[in-house]
């Protein structure tokens, strides 16, 4: 620690960001790892069947009752998938479009990471100065809407790149539904930003902190935001572009091994951080009701992160339970929503909080 | 007039709201995830250590079968060669010089008695054309091996796992019989 407080604190600040990236990046990926685990689980168990309970690493013959009991729940079955995307033929076929092609799956799984740099996943870790935020931006919110909306460019361009129509399709109403819904979710948005009157996230989270979770003041804005999540991630009911049932696979049909992998990905890591925004929006961020000063020690600092994590679980179950609890939307049943109830009801919405704000409590 | 035009009831609000959809929604996936999540009632049944009990009458694949006194019942006829529309049974009758069969008054049993698993069809036409009911469809269903020759099932290995059948023993009765016409009187009942 000596010689770290020797360096500059630009150096210090960038060897933090740095640390901070590696863990999150880390994490983030064993989260979207085991969310496809939790996915195949739940809707196993919905479904009435046992889902993957029988990837056996050979080690875990000496581990003598939690051994087989892992394997059960299936807890190694994420790492035999990695291995299998790494060694699976990386197929092109002929007439797609290759260098679109070739973009599509990063400009697919990007966006869904970089949103994780302004989310406020714990209070500070040893000294009051190490924020746990990678980038403690004061447009935070602006630059999650930025760079969600980018996602949507990689399957638009997956869906034109490979060059065959089930993919098109799906670009097509991809890009159809994120329009209707990104208006929607960000007006719902304002909403709660006009309550807490800063962009910051983390002044989001301390505003909650001090006056109880948003989910409580503004559960209209929390309603439309969850649902336009839903349409943003792709997820059922609202999963049109991809629609395995009537376009084959929708955008990443012609994709196979790693290329696919990396739309997987991109969608589960749009969930998680649609999840953390919701988190950090709505439920409080790292705070608990009884918890809600920045940490003093390590161990609170720790703690702060696990609340974090663990209200993120509960949201990601949720998305995952809602996928089989709802058949899939029909298209212009998914447009009605957007734009004939939620727009309105979101402006609705910012006229009250406006109102309310302005005649009631300043 | 056979289509019956079904009139649709305008939705309410409030199913509108997609708020019902939701709840029942809900209701179905708690009721499965409770029954097999945390009841451990799943419906899938698995495979390799729960077997599918087959019902009685069931073809499965076909083995030779020994009767109560422990001796082959076939007598090497090929009538079942003939018919197996796959050719999956092969025998290699003993020849004028073989060994005789192993029980008294029978006249021959097989040297060698191959059936090739990956050909059998399953059909049961064997055990319908064996005079001897020596060969019967038994209830394994699912025949495993690591190499095509392994799925050759040889005679010591049909008559292993087909056990023993019941029933009459009619070489037998032959034989009482005949060694009846030898005492005098003969017995009449
Ligand atoms: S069951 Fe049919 S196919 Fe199989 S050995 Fe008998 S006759 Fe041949
Ligand atoms: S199994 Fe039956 S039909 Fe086949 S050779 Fe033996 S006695 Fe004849």
Redesign the pocket.
């Known amino acids: 620690m000596n010689l770290f407080d020797y360096l500059e604190p630009t150096t210090q600040f960038v060897i933090f960001s740095a640390i901070k990236i590696l863990i999150v990046f880390g994490v983030t990926m064993t989260f979207v790892a085991y969310a496809v685990l939790a996915e195949r689980k739940i809707s196993a168990w919905i479904q009435d069947r046992v889902g993957p309970n029988r990837t056996a690493p050979p080690i875990t013959k000496f581990i003598p009752i939690l051994g087989p009991m892992l394997v059960r729940l299936g807890i190694f079955q994420p790492m035999a998938d990695g291995l299998k995307f790494l060694l699976k033929e990386d197929f092109t076929p002929a007439y797609v479009r290759k260098v679109y092609f070739w973009l599509a799956p990063a400009i697919a799984v990007i966006p869904a990471f970089l949103t994780f740099a302004v989310i406020p996943f714990g209070s500070t870790l040893g000294n009051p100065d190490n924020k746990m935020v990678i980038a403690d931006l004061n447009v935070g919110v602006l630059y999650t809407f930025g760079i969600v909306s980018l996602g949507v460019y990689g399957i638009v361009l997956a869906g034109y790149a490979a060059n065959s129509k089930y993919p098109f399709l799906g670009g097509i109403r991809s890009s159809a539904q994120m329009i209707s819904y990104e208006i929607a979710m960000g007006m719902s948005v304002v909403a709660v930003f006009m309550v807490v009157g800063d962009l910051n996230l983390g002044a989001v989270v301390q505003y909650q902190a001090k006056h109880g979770w948003m989910v409580l003041h503004q559960p209209l804005a929390f309603a439309i935001f969850l649902i336009a999540a839903f349409a943003e991630t792709n997820r059922l009911p609202f999963d049109l572009p991809e629609s395995e049932s009537e376009l084959v696979g929708g955008y990443h049909t012609e994709y196979s091994s790693m290329k696919f992998a990396l739309f997987f990905l991109g969608e589960y890591a749009a969930m998680i951080s649609a999840s953390a925004m919701m988190v950090t929006l709505f439920f409080g961020g790292w705070t608990l009701p009884f918890l809600s000063e920045p940490a003093s020690s390590l161990l609170v600092g720790l703690l702060h992160i696990a609340i974090f994590i663990a209200k993120l679980v509960v949201l990601l179950v949720v998305f995952i339970w809602v996928r089989w609890m709802l058949p899939r939307f029909r298209y212009d049943q998914l447009m009605d929503l957007g734009w004939r109830r939620f727009i309105p009801l979101a402006l609705g919405n910012i006229l009250a909080t406006a109102l309310v704000l302005a005649f009631i409590s300043p | 007039m056979s289509t019956k035009i079904v009139d649709r009831k305008p939705l309410s609000f409030f199913e509108n709201s997609y708020l019902p959809t939701l709840m029942s929604g809900l209701k179905v996936t708690w009721k499965h995830f409770k029954k097999s999540a945390l009841q451990g009632r799943p419906l899938t049944m698995e495979y390799p250590e729960q077997k599918w009990v087959v019902p009685q009458g069931y073809?499965g694949a076909?083995y030779l079968v020994k009767d109560q006194e422990g001796s082959t019942k076939c007598v090497s006829c090929q009538l079942?060669e003939f018919?197996?529309?796959?050719?999956?049974?092969r025998i290699t009758p003993p020849g004028p010089n073989g060994a005789p069969a192993d029980r008294r008054n029978a006249e021959k049993a097989p040297a060698e008695f191959e059936?090739n698993m990956l050909?059998?069809?399953?059909?049961?036409?064997?055990?319908e054309v064996c005079p001897e009911e020596a060969?019967f469809?038994q209830k394994d269903y699912s025949l495993t091996g690591e190499s095509r020759e392994e799925m050759v099932y040889g005679k010591a290995k049909l008559l292993q796992m087909g056990g023993t059948h019941g029933g009459i023993q009619k070489w037998k009765h032959k034989l009482e019989e005949a060694e009846a016409q030898e005492v005098f009187p003969v017995r009449t009942n």
């Open positions: 073809r076909p079942c018919v197996c529309p796959p050719k999956a049974i059936i050909r059998c069809i399953f059909c049961g036409l064997c055990q060969i469809l």
